[in-house]
């Protein structure tokens, strides 16, 4: 009974550095998001998948790329970490946009970029 | 656009008291919302929703929620807090397009006091 995992957990980068933050879901859901969480902020949006093969930015995209790479996985890479990117990640996947089910969330990526 | 707005970033009870977290919205168009609870260290768990059903949504541990359209709210209760409340808690709207993008508020810290 997983839900949406994803990996990994915890991860430090230096200023530069590159990095794919990876999110699989086993609830045969359609779409899947990104999202990164700051004190005070709320979620804000990076990128989603409405469907397998699709892509669309968010409200934060910029510094961040996606692949959704089946209907199960859709990863998050940081080309060139910055500070800023600090945050935590959370990925979360709902059966399709279109009807008002909740969307499920993974655990989070605590990411610190020094 | 839709937007949410929580008023509050902590807010503090003792335990058996009255919980109220506050959310109000804005949308363009009949709005679907969503209060989550966030663990230390955890994903977002949903507590309840709303999608035009009954005004007054009851949600897992004893949440309840009711959507107030003259007053574009939807205040998140509990009449009696327990120690295991606390948490960090945050109201979302879904956005207006059918991808399922939720829009977040800034969130609500609730401790509780013993």
């Known amino acids: 009974n997983a839900g949406v995992t994803q990996t990994p957990k915890f991860q430090v980068l230096k200023t530069g550095q590159s990095m794919t933050l990876q999110c699989a879901q086993d609830?045969?859901?359609?779409?899947m998001y990104w999202y990164r969480q700051d004190p005070g902020m709320g979620l804000r949006l990076i990128y989603y998948?409405?469907?397998?093969?699709?892509?669309d930015k968010g409200e934060v995209p910029n510094g961040y790329n996606v692949s959704r790479l089946n209907k199960r996985e859709f990863s998050l890479r940081l080309e060139s970490a910055a500070p800023s990117q600090t945050s935590v990640y959370f990925c979360?996947?709902?059966?399709?946009?279109?009807?008002?089910?909740?969307?499920?969330f993974g655990d989070g990526t605590r990411l610190s970029i020094l | 656009a839709q937007s949410v707005t929580q008023l509050g970033s902590h807010v503090s009870v003792s335990e058996g008291a009255l919980v109220l977290l506050r959310c109000n919205y804005s949308?363009?168009?009949?709005?679907?919302l969503f209060w989550y609870v966030q663990y230390p260290n955890q994903g977002l768990q949903l507590l309840l929703k709303?999608?035009?059903?009954?005004?007054l949504v009851k949600g897992i541990n004893g949440f309840e929620a009711e959507f107030k359209k003259s007053e574009t709210s939807f205040h998140l209760t509990k009449p009696s807090a327990h120690m295991s409340d606390a948490a960090e808690y945050f109201c979302?709207?879904?956005?207006?397009?059918?991808?399922?993008?939720?829009?977040f508020g800034q969130g609500t810290t609730l401790q509780v006091k013993p």
């Open positions: 709303y999608t035009s059903a009954a005004t």
């Open positions: 949308s363009s168009v009949p709005p679907y």
């Open positions: 998948s409405a469907s397998e093969g699709t892509t």
């Open positions: 979302a709207v879904r956005g207006s397009s059918n991808t399922g993008k939720l829009i």
């Open positions: 609830m045969n859901h359609n779409s």
């Open positions: 979360a996947s709902n059966p399709s946009g279109g009807n008002v089910q909740p969307q499920h």
